[in-house]
């Protein structure tokens, strides 16, 4: 059964900094594409950052140069270092998991990021 388990989410003030993790259980990890997505209330999910089986990265516009996305496939995790929160990160994060070969993704459940005084 495919897992994809987030943690650390929680409540910061602006300019803090959070490392979010998901583990991975179930799928072959160095063959995904990992990624982090979040969903602001009342808007739609969105792409924050990627890194490929291979190590390549992709971030979001709104999160270059403050958001790191780095992976261990010896452990099974993914993990998203955030730098200099602002009050619009404010969402839930989502981990997903494409399989280079298939095309399958998997999904966490997500955990909340709440920047605020």
């Known amino acids: 059964q495919v897992r994809l388990v987030e943690s650390g989410g929680g409540l910061v003030q602006p300019g803090g900094s959070l490392r979010l993790s998901c583990a991975a259980y179930?799928?072959?990890?160095?063959?995904?594409?990992m990624g982090w997505y979040r969903q602001a209330p009342g808007k739609e999910r969105e792409l924050v950052a990627t890194?490929?089986?291979?190590?390549?990265?992709v971030y979001a516009d709104s999160v270059k140069d403050r958001f790191t996305v780095s992976r261990d496939n010896a452990r099974d995790t993914v993990s998203l270092q955030m730098n200099s929160l602002k009050a619009e990160d404010t969402a839930v994060y989502y981990c997903?998991?494409?399989?280079?070969?298939?095309?399958?993704?998997?999904w966490g459940k997500g955990t909340l990021v709440t920047v605020s005084l």
């Open positions: 179930g799928i072959i990890f160095s063959i995904n594409h």
């Open positions: 890194i490929s089986s291979g190590g390549s990265t």
């Open positions: 997903n998991a494409r399989s280079m070969h298939t095309g399958i993704e998997n």
